[in-house]
């Protein structure tokens, strides 16, 4: 069958893999203006969720552009630790939530519709092309294959992702030594039983009543050979594979969604070939312990959608899409770490006895606990932005006149503003909701709201960037301890001016290093 090539107008960024970090990435393109299709293999969504966890870095992501509320449709989980050690004294906000991961990439996919993105299900990506100019996507379906020209290609096409193994990006990184099985069994209410996740010398197991009849089942056998995930898992393997581990049968029902899963620990070498870019599980990989992949690859998304936006449309400054990987890289880095950690945790379980009575007596440790805790929920991240905010720079005053009396490093610089309540003349919101647009936001809390006037306010002159950035003034914020701050569309604070220093010294260097030139 002859391979047709359909044609674009507009600048197109296409996505491989409709899963929640796709669909995110999605909708921030969407949202800054970019014409975005989506190519999703699955013809009808899973009617599972691999994931049932949102922690609170995700819970802000997704707040930021209104889209949070799947999240307290659900209660927070019941069982959330380190390796399988609880946390104890938690701060409520802290606690990841048990959603199911079918139903954010649901409220993602509705969302995305709406913003005008081209969701195609039942199309396969299979290869690709790429030169200075573009990519040519290589897309099959029921009726045959096509060509799909774009701007750009992002690879979330999962763990065995087709789009990094053809961009020739190596994936390095520790084997499985878990052979792992997991979903939903259906099993009558008054048969029920609840197995909060246990350790066993061979493996682990859990068994958790869900919605109605619906119970999800794990187990997993440190130290086997895992299994191909291509091989399908049968009822007989589930029981076999529970008795080896725990010794004992349980009452299974009937299985209606069965997977694999194992411990790999793998990360892409780079994020980016080209014009072809990696993010989620196709840049990352590890053992499934809290939630952290669904809570890495949103926040990939997050980070790579506006900066991929200004360059398709014209205005980013010079390597501003480097910068995603620069930002992320480690932060997957970190993930895997924290996995592998927890894992040593648990197998062997013999060996592993001593470290988890010294990890639990010092889980009793508030500054321990927190310093994990923000670490698995995503919170303890902070950007090295410094650099191209102009932080630390000699000050060329001749060429930025701004430049004079340099603002140096505060705490909130490259760190995610917290959701601080805000007094606007327009009336009371938050840092989540003035950052709904997408776009960047400079946070003036020096006057407005206050006694004084908004005309009577030191002005921050942001003219030239007007296209690009919002100008919000608000009461004072004592918790953000700023008088002004120039906020990233991904909510990370890119310029601060601390409290009683006049002026926006440094301003203009930061606009341009992460906007681009004024204009």
Excluded at 24 to 53: D, K, Q
Excluded at 212 to 238: C, D, N, Q, W, Y
Excluded at 246 to 260: C, I, K, N, Y
Excluded at 450 to 478: E, F, I, M, N, Y
Aim: charged residues 25%; proline residues 7%; negative net charge.
């Amino acid at each position: 069958m002859e391979r047709t090539t359909e044609h674009t107008d507009d600048p197109t960024v296409v996505i491989a893999g409709g899963g929640p970090s796709g669909l995110m990435l999605a909708c921030e393109l969407a949202l800054a203006g970019v014409r975005t299709i989506v190519l999703e293999r699955l013809v009808e969504p899973p009617g599972w969720s691999r994931a049932l966890g949102l922690q609170y870095g995700s819970i802000r992501a997704l707040n930021q552009r209104g889209l949070a509320a799947p999240a307290f449709e659900y209660a927070p989980v019941k069982h959330f630790g380190f390796g399988m050690l609880r946390f104890t004294g938690l701060e409520d906000h802290l606690v990841p939530r048990r959603v199911p991961q079918r139903r954010i990439e649901q409220h993602l996919e509705e969302h995305a519709i709406e913003l005008g993105v081209d969701v195609r299900r039942g199309h396969e990506v299979v290869d690709f092309t790429q030169d200075d100019s573009g990519v040519l996507v290589t897309v099959r379906t029921a009726d045959g294959e096509y060509e799909l020209p774009g701007a750009y290609l992002a690879g979330a096409d999962g763990g065995a992702s087709v789009v990094r193994k053809r961009a020739g990006i190596d994936f390095p990184g520790t084997p499985s030594v878990a052979d792992g099985i997991t979903g939903d069994l259906r099993i009558p209410v008054d048969r029920q039983i609840r197995i909060d996740p246990s350790l066993h010398p061979s493996g682990m197991f859990a068994l958790i009543p869900l919605d109605g009849e619906v119970v999800r089942v794990t187990v997993a056998e440190f130290g086997a050979t895992p299994t191909s995930r291509e091989v399908p898992v049968t009822e007989e393997e589930l029981h076999r594979q529970i008795g080896k581990v725990v010794g004992r049968e349980f009452d299974l029902g009937t299985p209606q969604l069965l997977s694999r899963f194992g411990s790999s620990a793998r990360q892409a070498e780079r994020y980016r070939e080209g014009r072809v870019i990696l993010l989620g599980d196709a840049a990352h990989v590890h053992f499934p312990i809290g939630g952290q992949g669904l809570n890495t690859g949103l926040q990939d998304a997050l980070n790579l959608g506006w900066k991929l936006a200004a360059t398709v449309r014209g205005w980013a400054p010079e390597g501003l899409l480097d910068t995603y990987a620069v930002e992320r890289h480690p932060v997957a880095e970190r993930v895997l770490m924290n996995t592998r950690a927890q894992l040593a945790l648990m197998y062997p379980l013999e060996e592993a006895e001593p470290l988890r009575e010294v990890l639990g007596e010092l889980l009793g440790f508030e500054e321990v606990s927190r310093h994990l805790v923000h670490m698995m929920a995503g919170v303890d991240i902070r950007y090295p932005v410094a650099e191209r905010s102009g932080i630390g720079v000699e000050p060329d005053h001749a060429g930025d006149p701004g430049a004079a009396g340099e603002v140096g490093a505060h705490p909130l610089l490259g760190e995610r503003l917290p959701d601080a309540a805000l007094r606007t003349e327009a009336g009371e919101t938050t840092v989540d909701e003035i950052l709904r647009t997408g776009r960047a936001v400079l946070l003036d809390l020096s006057a407005a709201g206050a006694a004084t006037s908004a005309t009577d306010a030191d002005p921050l002159d942001v003219t030239g960037w007007k296209d690009r950035v919002d100008v919000v003034q608000a009461a004072p914020v004592s918790e953000l301890a700023a008088s002004a701050v120039l906020i990233r569309p991904d909510g990370y604070a890119a310029w601060v001016r601390p409290v009683d220093v006049p002026g926006d010294a440094g301003l203009r260097r930061a606009l341009t290093g992460w906007l681009g030139l004024p204009g």
